[in-house]
């Protein structure tokens, strides 16, 4: 099984290495591949050194799977060529999401919709991942009508600059800058551009993106995103209005039985889902449950997850994993 990782001196490429020797993944070849000003670069594997390589010479390598995390434009020009060479490309930018022809994947929703023919497989948006980890189990009992999400979205889901960024501002050192404004102590209720209706491209992932995962455009999602000083894990406030009445001891053994999900729900003793400990986790952490007295068959809860692992690097090599024991490659 030989493995190419397009983009991988990237934080998301760098954390696809991390995860795959972590999970054992059964390769038996790896392909690194980044930008030009990259190639010939080492890097480390499993305490192996790999030296990274052009698209070309990846493709002449002849992996089974190529996990690609270097920007929509890239995966636009290359994804195909890499698939036109029998190649099954798991793509982690926005790139092939809404591609009718392209499947949408979350290994624990709707990995059973995939085929051999799907050569150009769709990871989905960091914060639709963990948001429809926990919806999706909820929706099948009690029929989801509407979600109002807020996020409170990492630094790192910007990339590297932003990163630096932050730590620079909290340094008191002026470098570059990754947002228009300040980011420490601050919040930017904005995460990528302005569409035509006023909301950001990352609103309507949230939007879109569930609808396609979970099979159902009838759910109403509108989204808020916000961009908060905070390094490994994004947050959630989502409200759920259902169709049908449910118990919140219900909800309760329905999330804690479900593969992926953590629920740390205990008020009594202040216990409920943070960043700072999903920071480096595969799993999506869930908590704040309780009615919303406001109006009937309504939810709140809170979600939190480490976008560059289930929200990017997990999630896709968990659709490799299910590939692989589908007997799909």
């Not at 905070?230 to 999330?255: A, C, D, P, R």
Request: glycine share 6%.
């Amino acid at each position: 099984m030989k493995i190419a990782v397009v983009g991988a001196t990237g934080l998301v490429g760098t954390k696809m290495l991390e995860v795959l020797a972590e999970r054992n993944f059964p390769l038996t070849d790896l392909i690194l591949v980044a930008s030009e000003k990259s190639v010939g670069k080492e890097l480390e594997y499993n305490g192996k050194k790999y030296k990274v390589c052009s698209m070309d010479d990846a493709i002449a390598g002849k992996p089974q799977i190529a996990l690609f995390s270097a920007g929509g434009s890239t995966s636009i020009e290359w994804a195909s060529k890499f698939a036109e060479a029998g190649i099954t490309v798991i793509d982690n930018s926005s790139a092939w999401r809404m591609d009718d022809s392209k499947k949408l994947i979350v290994p624990e929703i709707n990995a059973q919709e995939l085929k051999a023919t799907d050569k150009i497989i769709a990871n989905p948006n960091c914060s639709t991942i963990q948001m429809v980890v926990a919806l999706n189990p909820l929706h099948k009992k009690y029929k989801i009508k509407r979600v109002v999400v807020s996020t409170y979205q990492s630094v790192t889901g910007t990339g590297v600059k932003a990163v630096n960024q932050l730590m620079n501002e909290r340094a008191g050192i002026e470098g570059e800058m990754a947002y228009k404004y300040k980011i420490d102590l601050n919040v930017i209720p904005q995460i990528d551009v302005f569409t035509e209706n006023g909301y950001t491209k990352e609103e309507m992932k949230l939007v879109n993106e569930t609808k396609k995962i979970m099979s159902d455009d009838s759910i109403r999602v509108t989204a808020t995103t916000v961009r908060v000083p905070v390094i490994g894990g994004h947050s959630e406030s989502v409200n759920i209005e259902f169709e049908n009445e449910f118990e919140v001891k219900g909800i309760f053994e329905i999330l804690k039985t479900t593969k992926g999900i953590v629920v740390q729900d205990d008020i009594a003793n202040q216990v409920y889902p943070m960043p700072l400990n999903a920071h480096d986790k595969d799993a999506v952490f869930v908590g704040r449950i309780r009615r919303d007295e406001s109006q009937p068959k309504t939810l709140n809860m809170w979600i939190v997850s480490d976008n560059l692992r289930k929200g990017a690097a997990t999630n896709a090599i968990q659709i490799a994993e299910y590939l692989i024991e589908a007997k799909l490659i």
